[in-house]
């Protein structure tokens, strides 16, 4: 899938505090060296709940776990048919998770770099030293005359590690037969060997308070200048200052600067009455936390019976956002303040129609309200450390695999999400495949239609995009 240029990539690496730093210079005084994720580049960190995923994975499949205890691990979301989570281990991408829905079930992809980290016990192959060069320094494919031995496990389309006698990783990639034919081959591909960007690792353990303290200028400075941008926009708008609090990281930043700007304001938070109990939670905990007046509304009613007329909302007909969040919060706000000025957690990061965004514009279908994004220019890892940073009460969905909020149905999830879900949440998503079944049934629909996910687009042009972060 072609990769999509959101704006620079400030991912660097301190090789001595072995954790991430936004900037060529890591408060150590140390230089730090960028990090090659793929574009976006908008990593995030690796909670337990993504690192336990991950060695099941990676140990399921290769008999050995990727991430060592102790070692800060990032994730980065790349274009994909579903989901792909390249991973970052001691300053280089050492490999990716991809979700496959037809299967549904996650599949390694390793880099040659993961083999610093791990060695494997199942899906290997040995080849002979003489087709090391070529194979490590050429990209080649190992073929049949170079092949010493291979895993018994090794099945056609397996990824597999290539090693030589001596155990040294000289490559990774695709088997193209299984272990019974390769031993019977005498010539032809046995691996078709996968070229990445070579990066080297340096291993070591790190807490992400010290991450913290690597970035504490690179954290000073956006603070600062997000705080000036929240101070200047009140002094040029006289409506009442709000923040659209949504349950998310990226509101929950916004919510933090507008306070060490302005102080305290009233939230404001679109119940679509499909939110999971979390964010229900996290709300009343941030409230509580800062002394906040929260003004709530709820139009879940009209969500179901414009379901029963239209079917379930889709990628490109967000219907839901209109009629839950984006019309009930105009009421809301014209009869409390009659027009107020919304701080809001946009991100140029998160998508390129919010890089093409204004930092202070308004929204056609709420026009009682003045939007304006403080942290325009953050990447989620200024969002994660800033909220580290602050210690503030960050959604307890984050840590079981999710990487953003929203309602538990949302139809621009992908698929791996909603497999998430069902883990986590079984008796939401059975609320939710009940009503799909019926629409599916009332409209005799494909029998695969809710497990292929096709409910999630109608077909139409036009993708709608919620303001609410």
Request: with cysteine.
């Amino acid at each position: 899938m072609p990769r999509i240029y959101l704006g620079d990539i400030p991912l660097h690496w301190c090789d001595s505090c072995h954790v991430p730093v936004l900037s060529g210079v890591c408060n150590c005084g140390g230089p730090t060296r960028p990090v090659a994720v793929t574009p976006p580049g908008d990593a995030r960190p690796a909670f337990p709940d993504d690192i336990d995923r991950i060695n099941r994975i990676f140990s399921d499949h290769f008999g050995a776990r990727l991430i060592p205890e102790g070692h800060i691990a990032l994730l980065n979301k790349v274009p994909a048919d579903d989901r792909m989570d390249e991973i970052v281990l001691g300053g280089a991408v050492v490999g990716a998770i991809r979700y496959l829905p037809g299967e549904r079930h996650w599949e390694p992809l390793p880099r040659r770099a993961a083999a610093a980290y791990m060695r494997p016990s199942r899906r290997y192959v040995i080849v002979d030293d003489g087709a090391v060069p070529s194979i490590r320094d050429e990209g080649a494919s190992v073929l049949a005359p170079g092949l010493i031995s291979i895993d018994p496990a090794v099945a056609a389309g397996d990824e597999v590690f290539i090693l030589t006698a001596s155990g040294e990783c000289v490559g990774v990639g695709r088997a193209k037969v299984d272990a019974t034919t390769a031993d019977a081959m005498e010539r032809g591909v046995v691996v078709r060997t996968r070229r990445n960007l070579e990066a080297t690792p340096i291993p070591g353990e790190a807490t992400w308070e010290e991450a913290v303290r690597a970035n504490e200028l690179v954290l000073a400075n956006y603070e600062a200048a997000s705080i000036r941008f929240v101070r200047e926009v009140t002094e040029e708008d006289h409506r009442t200052p709000t923040v659209s609090y949504s349950g998310g990281k990226d509101s929950l930043a916004t919510l933090l600067i507008v306070l060490k700007a302005i102080g305290a304001v009233p939230i404001l938070f679109a119940d679509t009455g499909l939110e999971f109990p979390e964010t229900y939670e996290n709300v009343d905990v941030v409230a509580r936390r800062y002394g906040l007046e929260v003004f709530s509304v709820c139009d879940e009613e009209t969500f179901w019976e414009t379901f029963e007329d239209n079917g379930p909302p889709a990628v490109d007909n967000r219907w839901c956002c209109r009629i839950c969040k984006l019309h009930p919060v105009g009421r809301l706000i014209e009869e409390n303040w009659g027009e107020c000025l919304s701080f809001i957690g946009q991100r140029k990061y998160e998508s390129v129609r919010r890089m093409r965004s204004r930092r202070v514009w308004r929204n056609p279908h709420v026009p009682q309200q003045v939007s304006a994004a403080p942290i325009q220019q953050w990447t989620a890892m200024h969002v994660w450390l800033y909220i580290f940073r602050e210690k503030a009460p960050y959604n307890r969905l984050y840590e079981r695999g999710l990487d953003r909020i929203g309602c538990f149905m949302c139809p621009s999830s992908d698929l791996s999400t909603f497999a998430i879900i069902g883990e986590t949440h079984p008796e939401l998503m059975e609320i939710w495949h009940e009503k799909l079944a019926r629409w599916q049934e009332k409209q005799g629909l494909d029998p695969d239609w809710i497990e292929s996910g096709l409910w999630r687009r109608h077909g139409n042009s036009d993708e709608e995009e919620d303001s609410y972060n």
